[in-house]
């Protein structure tokens, strides 16, 4: 009999093993979903895994940070294969896989492992996973807007310049020259 997990690789409890079990589930931070995870990053509600024809099916549930399959945001249903990388956010990470069970097995249900503590990294050692994230096509990336910065570096060079002028006609006595309607200037 083959069984469906996620491990999570990055996020709030490296390492824990979330079992798949049912025909519907839900993925959030809400802590009654099948897949509960809580982190600020995850919607309440983020996304729904349906058990379709032997396969699970995930789709996103309009989560405010989206979920993303293989760095590819989620526009609707994607049928996941062994392998996947699930993220959810920018910080959520989860590798989705096809273990063996052994049918005589005792099988625990999907919330005791995901309120478990993860295990210590010398028994299940994970590989970093790089998370980058998504360009989408025709959207501008988030860049630094500078006009402030030029803008504060004129009036900077603008106010310098009238007080080394200012500091000149002093320092020159070329007072009446450049302000004949001063007072005393005739």
């Not at 273990?99 to 309120?115: C, E, K, L, Q, V």
């Not at 970093?128 to 025709?138: A, I, N």
């Not at 106010?159 to 006595?173: K, N, P, Q, R």
Request: proline share 10%; with cysteine.
């Amino acid at each position: 009999m083959s069984q469906f997990q996620f491990v999570m690789r990055s996020g709030p409890t490296p390492g824990v093993t979330f079992p798949l079990e049912g025909d519907q589930l839900i993925i959030g931070r809400d802590s009654s979903n099948s897949v509960a995870i809580n982190d600020a990053e995850i919607s309440r509600k983020h996304s729904r895994l349906s058990f379709q024809g032997g396969k699970y099916v995930l789709e996103d549930l309009g989560s405010t940070n989206g979920t993303f399959v293989n760095g590819q945001r989620l526009a609707g249903p994607v049928v996941l294969k062994p392998g996947d990388v699930i993220s959810l956010g920018e910080q959520i990470v989860l590798m989705y896989d096809a273990i063996n069970m052994d049918p005589g097995a005792t099988i625990a249900s999907p919330r005791a492992f995901a309120r478990m503590t993860p295990p210590p990294i010398q028994q299940q050692p994970v590989a970093p996973v790089q998370v980058t994230p998504p360009v989408y096509p025709g959207v501008p990336s988030k860049k630094t807007n500078l006009i402030p910065f030029f803008i504060g570096g004129g009036i900077l060079l603008f106010l310098c310049l009238c007080i080394s002028f200012f500091w000149w006609v002093d320092a020159t006595y070329r007072w009446c020259t450049f302000f004949p309607f001063i007072s005393g200037c005739s």
